[in-house]
């Protein structure tokens, strides 16, 4: 008996609207694997136009300059601080030994 009417339901009728629920679900999932397979491509053509880039070796030398200067700089701050350099790094061994033996 269908929900909403009183009179019943036959077994043509169950047996068609699960073959209408088959046959939806069949295109969602062909949907969502061609959506899938497009984003999937998207993605890959991006990474290989990165890979790809020209200036790949000005990108290694500008990042390789900046790591050099930021390592630079925080070794004269730590001589110039050594008191807070010494806090600092307690303070994070210390973060460091709760985080590690909390269960």
Not at 31 to 38: F, L
Request: include cysteine; charged fraction near 35%.
């Amino acid at each position: 008996m269908s929900r909403f009417s009183r009179t019943p339901t036959t077994r043509d009728e169950i047996e068609r609207e699960i073959q209408n629920l088959m046959t939806a679900l069949d295109d969602l999932k062909d949907d969502a694997s061609r959506e899938s397979r497009n984003r999937f491509n998207a993605l890959r053509s991006r990474a290989e136009s990165l890979w790809h880039d020209n200036r790949w070796d000005e990108h290694c030398h500008d990042l390789s300059r900046r790591s050099r200067d930021a390592g630079r700089m925080a070794k004269d701050c730590a001589r110039e601080h050594p008191l807070s350099t010494v806090a600092l790094a307690a303070g994070a061994v210390a973060l460091i030994g709760y985080l590690a033996t909390r269960r």
